[in-house]
């Protein structure tokens, strides 16, 4: 079935470093991807989506792009911010609209 | 802006009680779901329902139930809760028009906390 691999964390970044979380998933046909980040206490918010290979999404610095020679959506920001902590699931929907998730990257960044 | 509201927000259980999480949207969705998140291992689908009417089993529904009497709300039942339903519960909604439309957002409520003890 559909799954998606995702990096282990956690990611601890110094304030203002390039991050790079990798995702990597297989799948039947063309799904589309997503990326959700969880804030401490709160729901899963949608951060950005592609649908389509080649597509990139991009929402508050950050971006991943659609790889599908490489079944691949890494997620990229250029310079984090403490306030960028927080839970990051990549994420597949294909038959069906349902979302599968990879496991969470925690990322911590200090000031 | 409502958008998905579950409730309750924290629920503690004793072994073998049963309960309900409340789930309601006035998104208009026509799909709605539910997941649990446990530490580590990212969310996993337990029952999910493409309209008002229709429910259909996700990954892990063992101990749960669900009905979707109207589109607006989709709640999750556990009968004889055990320890490994300690989680967290989310309700999700989306919009399609079509099936293999695969693009569309999945909005998420804010979770529920359950503990069985």
């Known amino acids: 079935g559909d799954s998606v691999t995702q990096m282990e964390g956690p990611v601890t970044l110094s304030e203002e470093a390039f991050l790079t979380i990798n995702c990597t998933y297989t799948?039947?046909?063309?799904?589309?991807l997503f990326w959700y980040v969880q804030y401490p206490g709160e729901g899963l918010q949608l951060l950005l989506k592609?649908?389509?290979?080649?597509d990139k999404g991009s929402n508050k610095g950050f971006e991943a792009t659609y790889r599908k020679e490489t079944t691949s959506f890494h997620l990229e920001k250029g310079s984090v911010q403490v306030s960028d902590s927080a839970v990051y699931f990549c994420?597949?929907?294909?038959?069906?609209?349902?979302?599968?998730f990879g496991a969470g990257t925690i990322l911590r960044v200090k000031s | 802006n409502a958008g998905v509201t579950q409730t309750p927000k924290f629920r503690i259980l004793k072994i073998g009680q049963s309960m309900t999480l409340q789930c309601t949207q006035d998104?208009?969705?026509?799909?709605m779901y539910w997941y649990r998140q446990d530490p580590g291992m990212g969310l996993k689908l337990i029952y999910y329902?493409?309209?008002?009417?229709?429910?259909d089993k996700g990954e892990v529904p063992n101990g749960y139930n669900v009905s979707r009497s109207t589109t607006e709300d989709f709640p999750l039942r556990l009968e004889l809760a055990a320890p490994s339903q300690t989680s967290v519960y989310f309700c999700?909604?989306?919009?399609?028009?079509?099936?293999?439309?695969?693009?569309?957002?999945?909005?998420f409520g804010e979770g529920s906390w359950l503990t069985v003890v």
């Open positions: 998104m208009n969705h026509n799909y």
């Open positions: 799948a039947t046909g063309y799904p589309s």
């Open positions: 592609a649908t389509k290979a080649d």
């Open positions: 329902s493409v309209g008002a009417g229709i429910t």
């Open positions: 994420a597949l929907s294909g038959y069906g609209n349902k979302l599968v």
């Open positions: 999700a909604s989306s919009y399609s028009t079509r099936v293999g439309v695969f693009g569309n957002t999945i909005y």
